[in-house]
């Protein structure tokens, strides 16, 4: 995400972080992964650039695009995950493998939840019960609307709550995090 000062460096402010964000998917095509290795933290991100443009072009907040086999992807410097039926899911192809995505599935570990990394396709995003995306730009963050359609009941979703608490209470956790002593 390019660093906008007023999300003080969080892919989204106080108000989408309570209500959840609006999102757009993009016809745009995620660079493949043998043209540019995704795992390889880049910014040759037009791709992702292109689909923010198109979102915006569409009154969304952020966007995701496709990998090139059609289904979603990652948007511009975040993961994904949906919840059905209690089950986590993001994609596994074409996508960064981020540590906020690692650190839902060691959540999810801890808490007895299931998600898998596998192919997402568009109508699994739309017909989730949650959706939320992940970066270190802002830990775990609600989406509530994709293309102008509410997820689920269009709130922020419980599953998403109790992992967002989680994941903010890991940080003070010694098991999870490693003490820095600033001069
Ligand atoms: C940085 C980034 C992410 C998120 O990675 P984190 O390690 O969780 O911050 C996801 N996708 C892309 C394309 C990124 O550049």
């Known amino acids: 995400m390019p660093l906008n000062p007023r999300h ?8 989408q972080l309570e209500r959840g964000l609006r ?14 290795d995704p795992n390889i933290k880049n ?5 992702l650039v292109k689909g923010l443009f198109d979102a915006y072009d569409s009154d969304a907040e952020t966007a ?5 086999h059609g289904n979603i992807a990652e948007g511009p410097g975040f993961n994904v995950f949906t919840v059905k039926d209690g089950k ?7 996508v960064l493998s981020g540590i906020t995505r690692q650190t839902v599935f060691d959540l999810c570990k801890e808490t007895g939840l299931s998600v ?9 995003l739309m017909q989730a019960d ?10 775990i963050m609600p989406v509530t609307q994709v293309d102008g359609r509410n997820i689920g009941d269009g709130k922020v979703g419980s599953l998403t709550r109790r ?3 989680l994941y903010w209470q890991k940080h003070t956790d010694p098991a999870w995090s490693t003490a820095i002593a600033y001069p």
Not at 24 to 36: F, G, L, M, N, Q
Not at 43 to 47: C, I, M, S, V
Not at 130 to 139: M, P, Q
Request: glycine share 8%.
């Open 43 to 47: 910014y040759h991100w037009l791709d």
């Open 163 to 165: 992992l967002t608490d």
């Open 88 to 94: 986590l899911k993001t994609p596994a192809f074409g």
């Open 130 to 139: 949650e959706v939320f995306i992940t970066s270190t730009a802002g830990g």
């Open 64 to 68: 995701l695009i496709m990998d090139i």
């Open 8 to 15: 003080g460096g969080s892919v989204a402010n106080k108000e």
């Open 23 to 36: 999102v757009a998917v993009s016809e745009t095509v995620r660079i493949p992964p043998k043209s540019v």
């Open 116 to 124: 898998s990394a596998a192919d997402l396709s568009r109508d699994e």
